[in-house]
């Protein structure tokens, strides 16, 4: 038989059982459908988290005490950050930073805030974007001026509008508090990941470092976040640390980059475990198959001797039931991507993540699921394929 007439042959077969070969081909969907949905839904939890950690900032590299440092009394203070910037190759800028989890309190709202004590240094070492206002210059961080920097996401939640400078809200850390007056608004950060969190994610506000050591009432910061040219300044960082405080190996520093790549790598092992327990129903759904084929093949047994005795070999036979198989898988995986698009879109909607179909997810898909249709359609196939011309058209 030629490749056309197999082809011709096995696409008749498969619409002659239709209901046998459609509970079939949705099995091979569902399959298809979760593995895809799992890899899109990795692939944005990755973008999502990459995405947010640049709208809080989170870039450059962070200097910091060890806990048996601070175990031992030695804490950073805010002379460090200016030290660091004189004396250290490589670094052009140097930011101290303390941050504490607290409150806030506006209007009629309240809730939980990270509050993020920063210097003039915001703009360059930290990614946001001002849309009103000012951040927080020299002189608000020398008087310790009680100035705070919100997001236009919460400006629009407390009075329905982006820009609310002037306004002044309460802040508290532990039994402290203190009133700041709003000086700037930067774009929102309560998109992507917030979004999908909710209220479990705290607000970010922004005010002078000297202000947050006076409302916590501590005089020492968490760390200093450097923006250099290479992981090399930020060694030569720690060694000048320890060589001011004398104490051995107290500091140590990490790149937020190295941070972000720990994250990809923990989002990746889960995509991949719960992708390996969706890609059961693909091996699930091969055994469909394999009963589809099996039935085809004792139902047609007549058909089969008759073609067999008018000139058609066990290999045509074989040919025709594996393309058969793989007609199935293959109609079943195109089913499955189109099916994804859905629960896709829904998740888009309701999370306002943005999920991109990577090409090679469509191609690996319907490969996998062909390839799963023919290795299980191999048994029914070779069954099929060695019957005796004879006795199957003697069969009833």
Not at 71 to 88: M, P, S, T, W, Y
Not at 150 to 158: C, K, P
Not at 295 to 302: G, I, L, N, P, T
Not at 307 to 315: C, K, P
Request: glycine share 8%; net charge neutral; charged share 20%.
């Amino acid at each position: 038989m030629r490749i056309i007439d197999i082809l011709h042959f096995s696409f008749s077969n498969v619409f002659r059982a239709r209901l046998r070969s459609l509970l079939t081909i949705f099995s091979i969907a569902i399959g298809v459908a979760s593995v895809v949905l799992v890899l899109l839904l990795g692939d944005g939890s990755r973008a999502a988290v990459a995405d947010q950690l640049d709208k809080i900032g989170l870039e450059g590299i962070m200097v910091y005490p060890k806990q048996t440092a601070v175990a031992q009394g030695i804490n950073l203070r805010e002379d460090d950050a200016h030290d660091l910037l004189r004396n250290v190759e490589g670094i052009d800028k140097a930011m101290p930073v303390l941050i504490r989890y607290g409150s806030y309190k506006i209007k009629n709202w309240q809730g939980n805030a990270l509050i993020y004590g920063v210097d003039v240094a915001m703009r360059d070492i930290l990614k946001v974007d001002l849309l009103y206002g000012r951040l927080p210059n020299k002189t608000d961080i020398e008087a310790k001026r009680p100035v705070a920097i919100v997001n236009s996401g919460f400006a629009e939640m407390v009075y329905k509008r982006k820009n609310i400078t002037g306004k002044t809200i309460k802040l508290y850390i532990g039994t402290y508090s203190m009133e700041f007056e709003i000086i700037g608004i930067i774009s929102s950060q309560d998109d992507g990941l917030s979004q999908l969190l909710g209220d479990m994610l705290p607000e970010f506000i922004y005010i002078p470092y000297s202000t947050a050591m006076v409302l916590s009432k501590e005089n020492v910061i968490d760390e200093i976040i450097l923006k250099a040219s290479d992981e090399a300044a930020a060694e030569r960082a720690v060694s000048y640390l320890d060589g001011k405080y004398g104490k051995g190996k107290s500091f140590k520093y990490e790149n937020i980059n190295g941070i972000r790549g720990r994250l990809d790598n923990v989002i990746s092992l889960i995509t991949l475990f719960i992708g390996s327990i969706a890609a059961i129903s693909i091996i699930v759904a091969g055994f469909g198959i394999m009963n589809t084929m099996m039935s085809a093949a004792v139902e047609r047994k007549r058909e089969i001797g008759v073609y067999l005795t008018l000139g058609a070999t066990g290999r045509d036979i074989l040919c025709s039931f594996l393309a058969e198989a793989a007609i199935i898988s293959a109609i079943g995986g195109i089913l499955g991507i189109i099916l994804v698009m859905v629960p896709i879109a829904a998740v888009v909607e309701i999370t306002k993540l943005s999920f991109e179909l990577n090409p090679l997810y469509i191609v690996v898909a319907e490969a996998v699921a062909v390839f799963c249709g023919i290795v299980f359609g191999v048994c029914p196939a070779a069954k099929a394929a060695s019957l005796n011309p004879i006795d199957a058209i003697r069969c009833e």
